[in-house]
C-alpha cells in the first residue's frame, strides 16, 4: 500500500520540527510535537507507515518481542481499542497496527510519503537545519529529529554478478508488496541470521529445492507461539497498567521474566531441569532463567551446549548437524532468535545447507551461485543479508553541522554521542534510538517513546527559556562514551562478530557503541541529565554566547 502524499504539504518551506521516519519512534515523535503546538513536517522513504514493517513482508515475517512489549504504552486508548491475536504477531498484523494508530492519531496528513531526505546543513547564522530532499525541494526547521531506526538500511546483494542472474532476485529487507511464488522453483537464500531462519520453513513449504547458504550459523530456539484467545485479551487490557509499570522497571524495558539467580548457584541437575524447562516454555525464556550468561563465559558456554544438544536432537542427518551448531561465540552475544520449525525444515529432503565456510560463495552466475567448489543452479535468490545498523541510515545522508563539521567525520572510528540522543557540533540535531543508547539491547518501541519524551522536554526548556539551540558538551560525550566502553568489557556481547559490533559490514569501525547496562538504567541517566542540563550548551536570545543551563536555573 503508498498512502498519497498531500500535495501541499511540501509547499511550506519552515517548520519548527521535522521527523525524518515514519516507524513507531517517528509517528509517536509526529504526535508529541503537534501536541506541543509546534509545526511539524514528517520524511518518510516508505509509502506509508510502519518503519521496518512496511519492507519487510519476507515469508514468515514476525516479531520476536511479545505483543504485549512491541505496541505503544503512551494511550490507554490505544490500548484498549486494539486487540493482538497472537503472543508474537505476524507482520501484517504489526502493519495494520501502525495503521490503526496512525489512522487514530490522525498522523498522515504530517508525512510527506516516498520521500527521502539525502541532506542536512546546521546554518549557524540562522540556528537552523536545512534539508534537501531526493526531488529537490529545500526545508527549513528549528529542530532535526532522526527517527531512522537502528536497522533500516539494508546491506542488499554482497557479491558480484547479480546483474548477471537470470532468475528472480529477492532482498528480504526490500520484500515486494505482491505475491511472491515458490511452487517448483529451486530456491537459493543466503545469510542465517534472525530473518533468515524465519524464511527457511515457509519457503521449504512450496519450493521444489531449497539451498540454505550459511557462513556463521546462529542460535536459535523455538517460539512456540500462541493465539491470544478473547479472555485472555480481555485479562491484558484489565492489566496493562501493571504491566508496563513493571516494563519500564526493567532492565530489558519488557515483561519477559528475568532472574538474578547466577548459573553456578544451582546444582547441575537442577540447571538441566530449568533450562530443559526454558526450552519447553519457548520464546526468550533462556534469557530469564539464569543472570550472568552474559557476563559469565563459562556458564554462557554450558547453556550454548545445551542448545547444540537440541539441535542434534531435531536434525536427523548428524553432519548437518554438526554444521548447524554455532561455535566460536558466546550464545546471545549475536541478536537472540526464535524460530517455528527451521531445524525441523532441514528434514525435508528437498532442504539442503551449504556450508560457506568449506565452500565460500565467489559470485552469482547466468544459472545461480558459483562457489569455490563449483556452481548451484538455481531459479530464484532470497539474500537475508542484514543491515547496516545502528550508524547506517545516519551516515546514509549528508549531514554538516557546525563550522562545516560532517557526521560521518565524526564517526569515522564509530559513533560518538551524549545519550544516544545528540551529538556535539551539531546543535538541535536529535536521534531516536541512536548508536549510543540501548538500541537493540531493549524493547525499541519503550526506548522511542522515552527518547522521544525526553527530546520533548529539552525543547520545551529552551522555549521556556528563549534559548535557540542545545548540544552536548564535548566532555559529557566523551564520559558517556567512557561509560559505553567501561561496560561493553563486563559483557559478552563485545565478543562476538555481528552488526552489533559492525562486523558484518567491510571496512566499518568494529566495537560495541551500545550501551550494556539495561533500559532502566540508561532512562534513570536521561532523567538525571534533564534535571540541569548541565551537561548541554546552549545558545540563548538574550545572550549570544554558549551559557550553561545552571545559569539559568534561577
Excluded at 297 to 312: C, H, L, P, T, Y
Excluded at 520 to 533: F, K
Aim: with cysteine; charged share 20%.
Amino acid at each position: 500500500m503508498t498512502t498519497a502524499t498531500p500535495s501541499s504539504i511540501l509547499d511550506q518551506k519552515r517548520y519548527d520540527v521535522i521527523v525524518v521516519g515514519a516507524g513507531f519512534g517517528g509517528m509517536y515523535a509526529v504526535h508529541r510535537f503537534r501536541e506541543m503546538g509546534l509545526s511539524v513536517l514528517g520524511v518518510e522513504a516508505g509509502g506509508d507507515v510502519g518503519g521496518v514493517w512496511y519492507w519487510n513482508r519476507y515469508p514468515g515475517a514476525r516479531c520476536d518481542l511479545m505483543s504485549l512489549d512491541y505496541s505503544y504504552s503512551f494511550s490507554p486508548e490505544i490500548e484498549q481499542a486494539w486487540t493482538w491475536t497472537e503472543q508474537f504477531a505476524a507482520q501484517p498484523e504489526i502493519l495494520a497496527y501502525a495503521n490503526f494508530v496512525a489512522d487514530r492519531l490522525a498522523l498522515r496528513d504530517l508525512y510527506a510519503f516516498n520521500t527521502r531526505v539525502v541532506r542536512a546543513d546546521f546554518i549557524k547564522a540562522r540556528n537552523l537545519w536545512r534539508l534537501e530532499l531526493d526531488q529537490g525541494q529545500v526545508l527549513e526547521t528549528t529542530y532535526c529529529v532522526m527517527a531512522t531506526g537502528p536497522l533500516s538500511i539494508p546491506k542488499g546483494v554482497p557479491f558480484e554478478g547479480a546483474a548477471d542472474f537470470q532468475g528472480e532476485i529477492y532482498l528480504a529487507a526490500k520484500w515486494p508488496q505482491e505475491e511472491v511464488s515458490f511452487a517448483g522453483k529451486r530456491v537459493g537464500l543466503v545469510g542465517t541470521g534472525s530473518t533468515g531462519i524465519q524464511i527457511v520453513p515457509e519457503v521449504a513449504k512450496t519450493a521444489a529445492e531449497l539451498v540454505v547458504f550459511q557462513r556463521t550459523p546462529s542460535f536459535t530456539m523455538p517460539m512456540r507461539n500462541v493465539p491470544i484467545d478473547p479472555d485472555y485479551a480481555a485479562e491484558i487490557k484489565r492489566n496493562y497498567a501493571g504491566m508496563r509499570q513493571g516494563a519500564r522497571n526493567s532492565a530489558i524495558g519488557g515483561v519477559r521474566p528475568q532472574s538474578t539467580r547466577p548459573f553456578f548457584s544451582v546444582a547441575p541437575a537442577q540447571r538441566l531441569a530449568l533450562m530443559e524447562d526454558a526450552w519447553k516454555q519457548g520464546g526468550l525464556a533462556f534469557l530469564g532463567t539464569f543472570a550472568d550468561l552474559l557476563t559469565n563465559a563459562e556458564a554462557n558456554e554450558q547453556v550454548a551446549e545445551f542448545v547444540r544438544g537440541k539441535i542434534s536432537e531435531v536434525v536427523k542427518d548428524p553432519e548437518t548437524a554438526e554444521k548447524l551448531k554455532p561455535r566460536g561465540y558466546p550464545i546471545f552475544a549475536r541478536r537472540p532468535c526464535l524460530d517455528t520449525g527451521y531445524y525441523e525444515a532441514f528434514n525435508a529432503p528437498h532442504v539442503r545447507l551449504h556450508d560457506c565456510l568449506s565452500d565460500p560463495i565467489d559470485r552469482l552466475s547466468p544459472a545461480g551461485i558459483k562457489t569455490a567448489a563449483g556452481e548451484v543452479e538455481l531459479d530464484v535468490l532470497i539474500f537475508a543479508t542484514g543491515y547496516d545498523g545502528l550508524t547506517g541510515a545516519l551516515l546514509n545522508l549528508e549531514v554538516t553541522g557546525r563550522e562545516g563539521l560532517r557526521l560521518r567525520d565524526v564517526w569515522q572510528d564509530g559513533p560518538v554521542s551524549h545519550l544516544g540522543l545528540m551529538v556535539a557540533g551539531f546543535p538541535n540535531f536529535f536521534t531516536v534510538a541512536g548508536p549510543n543508547g540501548p538500541a537493540a539491547l531493549a524493547n525499541l518501541i519503550l526506548l522511542d517513546q522515552q527518547n522521544v519524551d525526553w527530546i520533548v522536554e529539552a525543547i520545551e526548556h529552551m522555549r521556556r527559556h528563549q534559548l535557540t539551540a542545545m548540544e552536548p558538551s564535548p566532555a559529557a560525550q566523551e564520559a558517556w562514551l567512557e561509560t559505553i566502553q567501561a561496560l561493553a568489557q563486563l559483557t559478552l556481547v563485545s565478543k562476538a562478530n555481528t552488526w552489533y559490533t559492525g562486523g558484518n559490514i567491510a571496512g566499518k569501525p568494529r566495537g560495541l557503541s551500545m550501551y550494556t547496562g539495561g533500559y532502566l538504567r540508561y532512562a534513570e541517566a536521561c532523567r538525571l541529565a534533564a534535571e540541569t542540563y548541565d551537561a548541554f550548551q546552549f545558545q540563548s536570545l538574550a545572550k549570544p554566547a554558549e551559557k550553561r543551563a545552571s545559569e539559568l536555573a534561577q
